[in-house]
């Protein structure tokens, strides 16, 4: 079982930060289970409402292309998000994100049928220095990931996904300070386990795939 130093960090957390949400933004909107058509509508009335995507995960379920999002209201800088992007449809909206300013703040790798497609949610927010990498073998992934930390890079999400019986990894980096341990390749005891022994020691899980 291959494993790594990256996800759960010393701060606040995904998890975490999903019941601080409540608190912190008074008005917000989750839904799951939803087809790419229900979630454009979902999309499109809750963004003329003034809402923002800050969670979008896609998944498959008894076949079936379904999403799950989180949406707040509340304000901030221009975003963007778009959703079941194969690869290339993927790498020219980032090509054309990036030169607009934008940065990646949400990224989840998928599978569907035998294709591998991608939802993102970016904004012009500041912040240091990023790096992303999608279709990334384990071993690929375990590369990235040690490059990135030796150059003070901190791992902000990853996503893992299923083609054709093989693994692959999408994520991103940004520049910062901080410690943060990751873990993939995890089955469920080795996850309980990972997570108990760093919640004991004051970590909080920040991602999880």
């Given at each position: ?29 989750a ?14 009335n ?27 209201k ?7 998000a ?15 994100k ?13 599978a ?70 990751a873990?993939?390749?995890?089955n ?22």
């Amino acid at each position: 079982m291959k494993k790594m130093k990256q996800l759960l960090k010393k701060e606040i957390l995904v998890v975490a930060l999903l019941f601080i949400t409540g608190t912190v933004f008074s008005q917000f909107v989750a839904r799951h289970a939803m087809s790419p058509s229900q979630y454009q509508t979902e999309f499109n009335n809750l963004n003329a409402k003034g809402y923002r995507v800050t969670s979008l995960s896609g998944y498959t379920s008894n076949g079936k292309e379904l999403y799950a999002a989180i949406w707040n209201k509340v304000a901030g800088p221009a975003w963007s998000a778009r959703h079941g992007m194969s690869a290339t449809d993927y790498q020219k909206d980032f090509n054309d994100k990036v030169s607009k300013g934008y940065r990646l703040v949400c990224l989840s790798g998928y599978a569907v049928g035998n294709q591998a497609k991608f939802a993102a949610v970016w904004d012009k927010s500041s912040g240091g220095a990023w790096r992303a990498k999608h279709n990334m073998t384990a071993s690929d992934y375990q590369k990235a990931f040690n490059d990135y930390s030796r150059s003070g890079y901190q791992l902000q999400q990853v996503s893992g996904y299923v083609i054709n019986g093989k693994e692959y990894f999408a994520a991103f980096w940004e520049k910062k300070s901080g410690s943060i341990i990751a873990r993939h390749n995890l089955n469920a005891a080795d996850y309980q386990k990972a997570f108990n022994d760093f919640t004991s020691k004051g970590y909080h899980l920040k991602c999880i795939s």
